[in-house]
């Protein structure tokens, strides 16, 4: 970079989509195979074909993982769908830094951040367009699609938090999110 030099952007959001694009945008796709294991109901996972997506995630990241005072960006896009009566959701995860924080806001769609403290109490707040999530310290969270079109939400995290998986792929959340007569309600894991 040149003193007093002006230039564009070496990235992009395209704010109604979600869209990141230029330099360093790292994408990746979950698909049902991913994810053996998070859904409560194993038979109606085994009915599904294996290859369906149901959510991808860019991210900016431009310093290296574990750097102190960096800042890490992203967008999530889930799909609608079910497993047995279990919305389509992310993994969830704690963070490897238990003590780092995160931002969520939504930009498309239906859905619910599904929380989850170290004393294993769970609760859910709605997603929509514009709604603002902070996820403090020592909390567990994931994201299901409630509604009928793909939910996309953004995401802005601190490049040394990390992502701890094992503790939910081992224990789960205390509390899944599932369709009753309609509605999203959650109900002991």
Wanted: one cysteine or more; aromatic letters at 10%; hydrophobic letters at 35%.
């Amino acid at each position: 970079m040149m003193h007093n030099s002006i230039s564009e952007p070496s990235q992009s959001l395209q704010p109604e989509s979600g869209y990141l694009q230029g330099e360093g945008i790292m994408n990746s796709e979950k698909r049902i195979k991913h994810l053996k294991g998070v859904f409560g109901d194993d038979d109606a996972f085994n009915k599904l074909d294996l290859e369906k997506l149901v959510y991808k995630v860019q991210a900016h990241l431009p310093v290296k993982e574990g750097t102190p005072g960096g800042l890490y960006f992203g967008t999530t896009t889930i799909q609608p769908g079910k497993i047995g009566k279990e919305y389509f959701m992310t993994r969830g995860h704690f963070h490897a830094n238990a003590d780092r924080a995160e931002y969520y806001w939504g930009v498309q769609g239906d859905g619910m951040l599904i929380l989850m403290d170290s004393n294993r109490c769970t609760w859910a707040e709605r997603m929509f367009p514009g709604s603002l999530h902070y996820i403090g310290s020592f909390i567990a969270h994931r994201v299901a699609n409630t509604g009928k079109t793909p939910l996309i939400f953004g995401a802005c995290w601190i490049s040394d938090a990390g992502h701890n998986y094992e503790e939910i792929a081992s224990n789960g959340f205390s509390g899944r999110l599932v369709e009753i007569e309609g509605k999203p309600k959650l109900v002991e894991g």
